[in-house]
């Protein structure tokens, strides 16, 4: 618990934060619509930010762009409160700080791809398949960064439409949050 106030005392008390973070909720599916919020929020300040998320995922090209604005703008600390999933994890893991709720529940699997009408000829199916495997390799190093487990190691633990969910202690230990909080 004293460790837990005294990063978060030490975040909001940095010379450079404002008197009140920024809180964004992202409490919906990750979209274009999503990225465009996040960027007039994180454009609105300079100071600290607090992005707590309750997502299911969404689209990952909205997911990478959101993980730069919050690395450009670099005072942004995520909570993963209950659930974080899919293209949510990759924002949770771009943050400064990434904290969870002792009830949250993170979840990670392999890119999923739609084209929209699905692949049709052998060369559209084979190009999605790289599109896929190149894809899949990109997340996996961009989750682990910071993690205990290689990319290599996730990449082998979710291929084959394997789902990883873990606990808030489970994440703790894997690396991929930083404190648990309640």
């Known amino acids: 618990m004293h460790k837990i106030l005294i990063v978060l ?3 909001f008390l940095s010379p450079m934060a404002e008197t009140t973070p920024v809180t964004i909720d992202l409490t919906s599916e990750v979209n274009n619509q999503t990225a465009a919020s996040i960027k007039t929020a994180l454009d609105s300040t300079t100071g600290p930010v607090i992005i707590r998320i309750t ?3 969404g689209s990952l090209f909205s997911a990478i ?3 730069h604005m919050i690395q450009d703008h ?3 600390t995520c909570i993963c409160r209950s ?3 899919s293209a949510a994890v990759s924002i949770l893991e771009s943050c400064q700080f990434r904290l969870a709720t ?3 529940i993170v979840m990670m699997h392999q890119v999923a791809f739609n084209n929209g009408e699905g692949a ?10 790289k599109a896929l495997k190149a894809l899949d390799y ?3 190093t961009q989750l682990t960064r910071r993690a205990k487990i290689t990319g290599v190691q996730l990449c082998k633990s979710i291929s084959g439409n394997h789902e990883i969910w873990l606990t808030a202690p489970e994440a703790l230990k894997l690396g991929f949050i930083d404190q648990i909080v309640p």
């Open 9 to 11: 005392a030490s975040f």
């Open 55 to 57: 997502s299911p995922g």
């Open 65 to 67: 762009a959101i993980e």
């Open 74 to 76: 670099g005072n942004v």
């Open 83 to 85: 659930f974080c999933a």
């Open 102 to 104: 002792d009830d949250a």
């Open 120 to 129: 049709t000829r052998e060369t559209d199916a084979d190009n999605s398949r």
């Open 138 to 140: 990109a997340l996996c």
